[in-house]
């Protein structure tokens, strides 16, 4: 029997299908000898459940949709992880998709998470998707974006507190008597969003000014060691930029300035090359993403703290308690 159905086991039992369904979720009205032949009988005829016809019966699936733009750093493997043991702990299974930054591909994934009925969908966004979340909005799907935010007003949203790390960051650069600062940003593909990007570029040109720091902008898609010469600092966006300028300056055999990165490794030591890093609270914002999923939340705003550990002066590293903010949209 090639993919047996409920019926075909009813069939094969004797019973109707009333009776199939107590044996298989365990319900009570049955007795103990007839689910023990069902149960037997299913395990014979390889009988698997049909996930799909169960979801349309208890409105349920028991997955999340999770679409990231990709998996080319530490960054999005760890936040993999995290929400993938945060939907388990809950009693999820995930699904997850990866973009490469298109978005086509991005709003098909979508589309094919919401036929498979998911329970909600994290999205790490680099395009609209306006018809996609509209149809998550009609089917009372919730959507948590993390970073980047679509112009739709009933999706929930997490966020880094991006003013306050950079803030934090052009004050220890003052502090270590840096003067002259080049920003590295990531160069993001024409017609994708990049508000966190944006951001995060923008909190540290303004905190720089602020602190009387000269500040000019380099773009990751053309960035070279010579570009550097005559900095007493480099912020980049993230570590990955941070450690490809500090192999730039090793390859010269130059001295390096102070090199600053983002998005820091949770499981261990920053990279040495490195005077400075932050750390996003990873597993936090999985865990709210995962409740926002279970507590079927719309329009939720959540802002974290990233930690910074300021690598170049050990003893003034602080563990600085991470602080949600909570607001309605």
């Not at 979801?55 to 990709?70: D, E, K, M, P, R």
């Not at 720091?213 to 980049?236: K, N, P, R, T, V």
């Not at 974290?304 to 563990?319: G, H, I, M, T, V």
Request: charged share 25%; with cysteine.
């Amino acid at each position: 029997m090639i993919h047996p159905t409920s019926h075909d086991l009813a069939r094969v039992c004797c019973v109707s299908q009333g009776t199939i369904d107590r044996a298989l979720n365990n319900r009570p009205g049955i007795a103990a000898r007839t689910r023990e032949r069902i149960l037997q009988a299913a395990a014979r005829c390889g009988y698997v459940p049909h996930a799909a016809a169960r979801s349309l019966a208890t409105g349920a699936s028991h997955l999340i949709g999770l679409v990231l733009f990709g998996l080319s750093n530490q960054f999005t493997g760890r936040l993999v992880r995290a929400i993938d043991e945060a939907a388990r702990g809950q009693g999820y299974d995930l699904l997850t998709a990866f973009t490469n930054q298109d978005p086509g591909l991005e709003r098909r994934y979508l589309k094919r998470f919401l036929e498979r009925r998911v329970d909600g969908l994290i999205l790490f966004p680099i395009g609209q998707a306006r018809e996609e979340l509209r149809l998550a909005a009609m089917q009372k799907t919730p959507v948590v974006t993390l970073f980047n935010r679509p112009d739709h007003g009933r999706i929930n949203h997490l966020r880094i507190d991006e003013r306050a790390a950079m803030t934090q960051l052009a004050a220890w650069l003052v502090r270590r008597r840096c003067r002259r600062v080049a920003y590295v940003t990531i160069t993001v593909p024409s017609g994708n969003l990049s508000d966190a990007v944006r951001k995060r570029k923008d909190s540290f040109v303004n905190a720089a000014r602020r602190r009387r720091l000269s500040c000019d902008i380099h773009e990751s898609a053309a960035m070279e060691e010579a570009a550097f010469q005559g900095y007493d600092a480099i912020a980049c966006h993230n570590d990955s930029l941070a450690l490809k300028v500090a192999r730039q300056f090793a390859a010269a055999r130059r001295r390096l300035p102070v090199i600053t990165g983002f998005d820091g490794n949770d499981d261990g030591a920053p990279d040495e090359r490195l005077a400075a890093t932050f750390k996003i609270p990873y597993d936090d914002m999985a865990r709210e993403a995962v409740r926002m999923i279970h507590e079927r939340c719309f329009a939720e705003t959540m802002v974290f703290a990233a930690r910074p550990l300021w690598c170049a002066d050990k003893p003034e590293q602080k563990s600085l308690a991470i602080s949600n903010t909570h607001s309605s949209l």
